[in-house]
């Protein structure tokens, strides 16, 4: 899975196959923890990351909204900016 952010120890990923893998998501990943986010509910649908992760990865997931799915929609990646 191509890496799009890496902050605060937590890694963002997505990886897409055409109509096998919907709806859209992302993969965080954060030591031996891992979370999939729906980015059109933005909450967590599968894994076990913990709390205060889950919370900054929804930050950065509302900060990027529009751009992680147009990467969906066009299956062009692409690295954006950390939280801050």
């Known amino acids: 899975m191509p890496e799009i952010c ?3 120890g937590i890694v963002i990923k997505m990886f897409f196959k055409p109509k096998e893998h919907e709806p859209s998501h992302i993969h965080a990943l ?4 891992v ?3 729906d ?3 933005m ?3 599968e894994g076990d990351l ?3 992760a889950q919370e900054l990865v929804k930050e950065w997931l509302e900060a990027n909204r529009d751009k992680l799915q147009e990467m969906w929609d066009t299956q062009k990646l692409g690295k954006l900016p950390p939280l801050q």
């Open 6 to 8: 890496r902050f605060y």
């Open 30 to 33: 954060y030591g031996e923890y």
């Open 35 to 37: 979370g999939v986010f």
């Open 39 to 41: 980015l059109g509910t």
């Open 43 to 45: 909450t967590m649908t």
């Open 50 to 52: 913990p709390g205060k």
